[in-house]
Structures are given as C-alpha cells and as structure tokens.
C-alpha cells in the first residue's frame, strides 16, 4: 500500500522542500519507487532544488484540470530509475488546487509509487492544509529556534484536527520530528535549544537530526539532493533519518560537538 | 578557569531561556486552541459574582477546559489572598447593583 508523506513546518525557510528532496531520494536509493510532489503553487522550488526546472512541461495543475495526463507530467530524475518529480504551477490563483482534483490524482499516484512525499508550502493556509490532508506520515521539519517550535506545535494540532485521518476518525497521522540547521557547537554553549528540549517541548518520536552544513547550500546550487553527496554530515543525517522512517535503528550523529584544532575554530567552519 | 568563564558568559544561556518561554506560551496555546469561544466570558461572569464576596483581581481567577476522551472537565481556579474576604453585608449590597 502507498503511503503518503507531507514534509510541513508551518514556518518557512526551514527546509522544507531541502528535507523533501533528500527524503524522497533516500528512499529512492533504498529501492523504493517514490514522487515528491510540490505544493507551493506560486511559488515553485521543488524543481530548482531537483535540477530539473529545465524539463517541466506540464504540472499539477494541469493534471487536476485534464489539460495533461500525469505521464506527462511527472518527471524521471536523470540520477536514480524510482525517483520522479511532480513540479507545481506558477499560476498566482492560489486556491487552483482543489481537493477532489487532488484526491483522485492522489490515488493515481498511489498506483504507481511506494511513497508519494508532499513537499508543503508554509503557512497555515488552503495550499498547507491540502499537502497534509492526505497524509498517513507527516515529517515536521523544526529549526532549533522558538518561532519554528511554535509554529511546529501549531502544525502538529491542525495534522491532528485538519487532516483527513482525522475527519474519518481513522488511526491518526504519524508524526515525525526532523531536526535541521542544527550547530551542536551553539547547543553545547547554551546558545541554541538542544535536541531534547526541542523533543521534549513538541512530545513527539524524533526522526533524525541534521546538522548545519555547506554541503545544504552547495546541494541547491547545483540542483542535486543533498543525499547523493557522500561527503556531506548533512547527507548522511538524511540517509539515517530515511533508514530510521523504515524502522531501522541507527544511532543519532552529529548531535555533539566536534572537537576542532584551533587554527580550524579560527579561519571557518567545516 | 570558572572566573574567566564567568567574565565572558552571560548569566543564565539564552538557550534554556527560549526553552521556558516556549513552555509557557504553547501550554498557553494548547489550551487555548481547544477551547470554546465562550471560555472568557464565563470567566469574566464569574470574576463578577466572586468579587461581590472577595477582593479579587482579574488575574486570580483561571477558567480552563480540558479532559480526555469521552469526558470534559471545567476547572475553575479562584485563588484569594487571605485577609481580603469581605465583610458580609458588602456582598448583597453589590449585588442589588447588579
């Protein structure tokens, strides 16, 4: 059965579509067959960070309105055979996305794919609400900083009243935390919650914790998901965070602090 | 070594500040988004008879809705200062102003 996973914050630029990106192509690499699709209509990114804003044709919107078929519209990632995008629309009409449209492209997809990852705008409003109605996981992507647990918590209490899972009474949507932006150097002086204040503040299961890193920035640049590059701490925290929603156990890294020669500690960072 | 450290650290670190603040304000909104809409006007009624009886500021009485599954469960927190009961007879004389 598909499953259906909405990436959401309520805050923007936390990494939101970064974390979309990485997951969808770490359960790619896992062998699963997967789309991500993006939300933010008016605001398409999902394809820059993808490196495929070259090759879209149709998107979402035209599938909802028949004007293409979801062949047409999907898009094979040049990198790995189970990955594909779902690119959104640059219309300005933000209430384009209608939920009977979405839904009956929802169960397309669902016949196609394994995992289906909903890359949600911020915000709380109509385009939000509709990435994460449908969701059986949501992946709640928290920066270590009090507007983004707030606004976590509050996207937590819609998932749990706005969602459909809610409205059928079903068993509720499982959420996840993701940690981003984390710098264990600012946690370990006290200048940055840690990962247990957050976990605590929120009181839900942590997914992964991934650590400020280059190697995020560099990713987008070049329109490549930040898990295909080996060298990057940010990468490798996305490929345990993906091992882990799969229900494997792997020990939480870069939660402390590196230990630094001086030198390193003045002239920049890793 | 402790000295020099204090000479350069502020006192309390802003991190464990950000994590009370944060307590406070989501048990705040918790509450507050389960809540019915007529939760500040009941509080306010009542805050009206008690302080007919009681010196009582606004700040003293707590109305809050909260339980779980099938049941709910109205708290009502006045809190009094000892020595602020009034004396009786102040109490209906307000309450015919009422």
Known sequence: MAK????TSGKGGVGKTTTSAAFAAGLALRGHKTVVIDFDVGLRNLDLVMGCERRVVFDFINVINGD????????????HDN????????????????????????EELKQQFEYIICDSP???????????????SAIIVTNPEVSSVRDSDRIIGILASKSRRAERNEPPVDVHLLLTRYD?????????????????????????????SESVLRASNTGTPVVFDEDSPAGRAYIDAVARYLGEQREMRFVTAERRSFFRALFGRA | MAFFRSLFQPKR????????????????????SRAPDFLPILQKELLAVVARYVEISEEMIRVTLGGSGDTSLLEINIEIESGKLKKSGSGSALGAAV
């Open chain 2, 13 to 32: 670190n802003s991190a464990s500040i950000a994590k009370e603040r944060l307590k406070i304000v989501l048990a705040h909104e918790r509450a507050g």
């Open chain 1, 122 to 136: 911020a915000g709380i409003e109509h385009g939000a609400i509709t990435a994460l109605y449908f969701a059986d």
């Open chain 1, 68 to 79: 293409a078929n979801l062949n047409q519209a999907l898009i094979k990632d040049k990198r």
């Open chain 1, 4 to 7: 259906v996973i909405v990436v």
């Open chain 1, 83 to 106: 990955l594909f995008i779902f690119p959104t629309s640059q219309t300005r009409d933000k209430n384009a996305l209608k939920r009977e449209g979405v839904e009956r492209v929802m």
């Open chain 1, 184 to 212: 264990p150097a600012r946690v370990a002086r006290g200048e940055m919650l840690a990962v247990d204040d957050v976990k605590e503040i929120l009181s839900i299961p942590l997914l992964g914790v991934i650590p400020e």
